[in-house]
């Protein structure tokens, strides 16, 4: 049997096949969206170009124009999926990649915390924004939107990499795939 190789006991089909993911591999993507998220939330994302005056703005910048205008639950809204949830992700991630047996609840916090992290959305929402204003002004992207952009795909191979199972393997201590589990 190969390891890496999950089986099915009754037919012999390959269930799962993992790759081998290594800790130093996630967190160095890990580390990447970190320095990528501090860059994303400094610059501008945008900078519109109109009859002469120029206007650009951060991340925060948004959130608070958006909060200002009298959308305080379309502010928390961006806030908590763009800026607080994915910082947290981020953060958590390295954290407990840091750790030789990461605390569970850390790992539970991680899982629970994935699906309100939409940076995709966001990033997609900004770029139909951007063609919706093309005709109106014109638009340079910052140096904010290509990392978010970057971080969007980074996180992307993050969990394409099963950073999570790997850091459950640590903590559980499971047995390779193809081991007969003791009944």
Same mark, same amino acid.
């Given at each position: 049997?190969? +390891?890496?190789?999950? /089986?099915? +006991?009754?037919?012999?089909? /390959?269930?799962?096949?993992? *790759?081998?993911?290594? @800790?130093?591999?996630?967190?160095? &993507?890990? &580390?990447?969206?970190?320095?990528?998220?501090?860059?994303?939330?400094?610059?501008?994302?945008?900078?519109?170009? @109109?009859?002469?005056?120029?206007?650009? @703005?951060?991340?925060?910048?948004?959130?608070?124009?958006?909060? #200002?205008?009298?959308?305080?639950?379309?502010?928390?809204? /961006? #806030?908590?999926?763009?800026?607080? $949830? +994915?910082?947290?992700?981020?953060? #958590?991630? $390295?954290?407990?990649?840091?750790?030789?047996?990461?605390?569970?609840?850390?790992? *539970?916090?991680?899982? *629970?915390?994935?699906?309100?992290?939409?940076?995709?959305?966001?990033?997609?929402?900004?770029? /139909? @924004?951007?063609?919706?204003?093309?005709?109106?002004?014109?638009?340079?992207?910052?140096?904010?939107?290509?990392?978010?952009?970057?971080?969007?795909? &980074?996180?992307? &191979?993050?969990?394409?990499?099963?950073?999570?199972?790997?850091?459950?393997?640590?903590?559980?201590?499971?047995?390779?795939?193809?081991?007969? *589990?003791?009944?």
């Amino acid at each position: 049997m190969q +390891p890496g190789l999950g /089986v099915c +006991p009754r037919c012999g089909a /390959v269930l799962v096949r993992r *790759h081998g993911t290594r @800790s130093n591999d996630i967190l160095s &993507l890990a &580390l990447t969206c970190a320095v990528l998220f501090l860059i994303a939330n400094i610059y501008p994302i945008v900078t519109l170009e @109109s009859q002469g005056q120029r206007v650009s @703005s951060t991340l925060l910048g948004a959130i608070q124009l958006l909060w #200002l205008s009298g959308m305080p639950f379309v502010s928390l809204l /961006v #806030l908590a999926t763009s800026f607080l $949830i +994915p910082g947290a992700e981020i953060g #958590l991630l $390295i954290a407990a990649l840091l750790k030789s047996a990461p605390d569970p609840r850390v790992l *539970h916090l991680l899982e *629970h915390l994935r699906p309100w992290a939409m940076l995709d959305v966001f990033v997609l929402g900004v770029l /139909v @924004s951007i063609r919706k204003l093309a005709d109106m002004a014109d638009i340079i992207p910052g140096p904010a939107l290509w990392a978010f952009v970057m971080i969007m795909l &980074l996180t992307t &191979l993050m969990r394409d990499n099963s950073s999570l199972q790997t850091l459950w393997a640590r903590v559980v201590r499971l047995p390779p795939f193809g081991t007969p *589990h003791a009944r």
